[in-house]
């Protein structure tokens, strides 16, 4: 019972990572998208080239939301359950 229970508290944490990279991303991607439908570009960078971006930061934010959320639910427990 006891592994059953770390395994689902690890999840959830790494659950929680990726809607914490979620809305990071969100908070990123929405003011950018705003210039982009008033001006049609940013920074001087056409839509293709941001997509490019954004695909890349995408992987990169998703990715790091998957570790620390994982590294996260392993130190906490460590921290509350293993004393």
């Keep these: 019972m006891k592994r059953a229970k770390k395994y689902i508290y690890i999840l959830a944490f790494t659950f ?6 979620t809305v ?13 439908m008033a001006e049609g570009s940013f920074y001087g960078l056409s839509i293709e080239t941001w ?4 695909r890349i930061g995408a992987f990169a ?5 998957l570790a620390l959320g994982l590294q996260q639910g392993f130190y906490w427990w460590r ?3 293993e004393k």
């Design 16 to 21: 929680l990572g990726l809607l914490i990279s």
């Design 24 to 36: 990071i991303h969100v908070g990123i991607e929405y003011p950018i998208l705003l210039v982009f």
């Design 51 to 54: 997509h490019v971006i954004h």
């Design 61 to 65: 934010l998703w990715f790091a939301g």
């Design 79 to 81: 921290k509350v359950y």
